[in-house]
C-alpha cells in the first residue's frame, strides 16, 4: 500500500540545511498537522522543531554546528524498550500490584507482551480491558494506556480506588511484529490487526479473545481501545471516539455519561468534546468499512458480557484541538480517562468538599457547617477558615463539628488579613468568650490553608469542590501560589457580590483585592461547574 509511516535519522549534517521531499503525495501527504517529529538526543525526547519548514509532503531543517545525528519521524514513537522502561520503574511493585507475561508468539515469533494491573489476585469489583496498536503505526494511543495504568501507582484518591478494586489488562501492542519493525499496519492486506476479530489471521487477535474468554468468561466492564486517526484535517485533529452500528451498542446511556463525564472531568491541554464524536454512518465511520472484518470494538460490543462501555478513542498524532499532542499530554489524558471510568462505574461516590469559611457569630456559616457535615451526598474532606484571627474561627468550627460527631474532619486556618489592605481585623476574643462551654480544638496563628488546599486539589485533580463562604483571600492566594490549581478543581461555588441594589456585598468587598484576583481578572474561568 502507499505509505505513510517513516523514521529514519541523519548524521554529518551538522552545520548544513537540507531539504527532505517526499516524492508520492499520498493522501493528502505524509507529514503531520505540526510537520515531522524531531529528536537531537538520540530518541530521549523530540520536539516538532521543524513545524515551520515544513508542508504535507517536504520539509527543511538546518542543523546546528554541534549535531551530528538527528532523528525524524512521521510520529513521536513508542517502543516496546519504553514499556519496559515504564514496568522498571515501578518494578518494586510487581507481583503486588502488576504482573506480566506473554500473550503469544507472534508471526516472526517473537514474545508479545501483556500485563495486569490492580487487583490482580482476581477479587476486584470491575475489570477494565486496554489496548493499542491494532495499527503499529499509532504510537500516541500507547502513551494514553500508559497514562491509564500508571495511576494504578499513584498516591491519590483516584490510584487508592483503582488499587482497591480495579483489575487491568492491558495488551500494549497489538501488532507486535508491526512496531518492532516499524511497519505502518493500516490498510494492510488482506485486512489489518484490526480487522481480524473473525478470521483471526494474526496470533495477536485470537490470542486476545482467547485469554478473555478463558480468564474472565468474557466479563469486563470497560474496553478501550486506543488508535490515531488519519495524519491531519477535519476530525483528524481532534479527540474523538466513531461510534459503531446503535444495533450493538450495549448500553448507550453509560456510552454518553462516559463522553459527558470525560469532558467535564478532564484537566489536560488536549480537551476532548463529546460533540466531536463521529456518529456512526457519517464520513469513513460506516458499515463499508468493517465489511473486511470485525474490529477489536465491534468483537467487545458483539461478544463481551456485562460491557458498560466499548470504545475506539482516536488521539491526533500531532495536533488535539488545538493543542500539541506530546507524551506528556497523552499521559494526561490517559489520567483523564481513569478519572472518568471511576466516576462511571461508581456513580453514588459522595462528593469531595472543601468549606471555605469565615464562621463567626452569624447562623449562616455554622448551618452551612453542620449541612455538609451531615449530608450524606458530600464528603467533607477539610475545612479551611478566613478572615480575622482565623485560628479561633477554626475553634469555633472545631466546636461545631465535635458537638456534630464529625471531629474527624480537619480544619485549617488560611488568611487572616485581607491580601493588600492590611487594616485592622478581629481579635477574636467574642468568638473565644462563646467557646468556653463547649469543646474544642485550639490553633495557632498562621496560614496553613493554602498548603492544604494545594495539596489536596493536585492529590484529587478534577474532584474537588470548594463551597466558598467568606472573603476570597484563601483561594485568591492559592491561586497566586499555584495557579494550575484553578483548572484542577471539580468546581467552586461561592457566596459572593450582588446583582441589584447599591449596597456592597460583604465577602466581595472585605479582601476587594482577592475578588478582583479571582473574578475581574477571570482566574476562575477555568473551573468547570
Not at 120 to 147: A, K, N, W
Not at 239 to 252: F, Q, S
Not at 300 to 323: C, D
Not at 461 to 469: D, K, L, R
Amino acid at each position: 500500500p502507499d505509505w505513510i509511516y517513516w523514521a529514519f535519522r541523519v548524521k554529518g549534517a551538522a552545520g548544513r540545511t537540507l531539504s527532505f521531499a517526499f516524492d508520492k503525495r499520498y493522501a493528502g501527504g505524509q507529514l503531520s498537522a505540526r510537520g515531522p517529529a524531531v529528536s537531537r538526543d538520540r530518541g530521549r525526547s523530540w520536539s516538532y522543531a521543524a513545524e515551520k519548514t515544513s508542508a504535507w509532503d517536504h520539509f527543511d531543517y538546518t542543523f546546528a554546528a554541534d549535531e551530528d545525528e538527528v532523528w525524524f519521524s512521521q510520529t513521536i514513537p513508542y517502543h516496546p524498550s519504553q514499556w519496559e522502561e515504564f514496568l522498571s520503574a515501578h518494578a518494586a511493585e510487581r507481583g503486588r500490584l502488576f504482573v506480566t507475561d506473554e500473550l503469544c508468539r507472534s508471526r516472526r515469533g517473537r514474545s508479545v507482551p501483556r500485563a495486569r494491573f490492580g487487583r490482580i489476585d482476581g477479587c476486584g469489583r470491575y475489570r477494565i480491558f486496554l489496548t493499542s496498536r491494532h495499527h503499529c503505526q499509532e504510537t500516541m494511543g500507547t502513551h494514553v494506556l500508559e497514562g491509564i495504568v500508571a495511576q494504578v501507582f499513584a498516591e491519590t484518591a483516584l490510584g487508592r480506588w483503582m488499587r482497591e478494586n480495579v483489575e487491568i489488562w492491558a495488551v500494549p501492542f497489538a501488532d507486535f511484529d508491526g512496531v518492532v519493525d516499524g511497519d505502518q499496519g493500516k490498510c494492510r492486506a488482506p485486512h489489518d490487526h484490526n480487522r481480524d476479530y473473525q478470521a483471526f489471521l494474526y496470533p495477536e487477535t485470537k490470542a486476545i479473545t482467547d485469554w478473555v474468554k478463558n480468564q474472565t468468561d468474557n466479563r469486563i466492564d470497560v474496553y478501550l481501545d486506543c488508535h490515531c486517526p488519519w495524519l491531519f484535517g477535519g476530525e483528524n485533529d481532534r479527540l474523538y471516539t466513531p461510534w459503531k452500528d446503535p444495533a450493538i451498542v450495549r448500553d448507550a446511556g453509560a456510552e454518553r455519561r462516559f463522553s459527558n463525564l470525560l469532558e467535564k472531568l478532564q484537566c489536560g491541554s488536549m480537551r476532548y468534546k463529546a460533540d466531536d464524536d463521529l456518529p456512526f454512518g457519517v464520513g469513513w465511520n460506516n458499515a463499508q468499512t468493517y465489511k473486511a472484518g470485525w474490529s477489536s470494538e465491534v468483537w467487545a460490543l458483539k461478544t463481551l458480557k456485562g460491557l458498560k462501555v466499548g470504545r475506539t478513542l482516536e488521539v491526533p498524532f500531532a495536533l488535539a484541538n488545538g493543542a500539541t499532542v506530546t507524551p506528556d499530554t497523552c499521559r494526561a489524558l490517559g489520567r483523564d480517562v481513569a478519572k472518568t471510568i471511576r466516576a462511571l462505574l461508581t456513580p453514588s461516590v459522595r462528593e469531595k468538599v472543601v468549606l471555605d469559611t469565615d464562621i463567626g457569630a452569624d447562623i449562616d456559616d455554622q448551618a452551612a457547617l453542620l449541612y455538609l457535615a451531615k449530608e450524606p451526598k458530600c464528603d467533607l474532606i477539610g475545612v479551611t477558615t478566613v478572615g480575622g484571627a482565623s485560628h479561633v474561627r477554626a475553634s469555633l468550627a472545631s466546636a461545631i463539628l465535635r458537638n456534630a460527631g464529625r471531629d474527624d474532619v480537619k480544619i485549617y486556618p488560611g488568611v487572616s488579613q485581607p491580601l493588600v489592605d492590611r487594616r485592622d481585623s478581629e481579635d477574636g476574643v467574642e468568638h473565644l468568650r462563646r467557646l468556653k462551654k463547649w469543646p474544642h480544638a485550639t490553633f495557632r496563628p498562621g496560614n496553613v490553608a493554602v498548603d492544604f488546599l494545594r495539596k489536596t486539589i493536585r492529590e484529587n485533580p478534577g474532584e474537588v469542590t470548594i463551597v466558598a463562604v467568606g472573603p476570597f483571600s484563601n483561594l485568591a492566594a492559592l491561586f497566586a501560589v499555584d495557579p494550575e490549581c484553578a483548572g484542577l478543581l471539580k468546581r467552586v461555588v461561592a457566596m459572593g457580590g450582588y446583582f441589584t441594589g447599591e449596597k456592597p456585598e460583604w465577602n466581595a468587598l472585605r479582601d476587594a483585592y482577592a475578588t478582583e484576583m479571582l473574578v475581574g481578572r477571570n482566574r476562575l474561568h477555568r473551573v468547570r461547574d
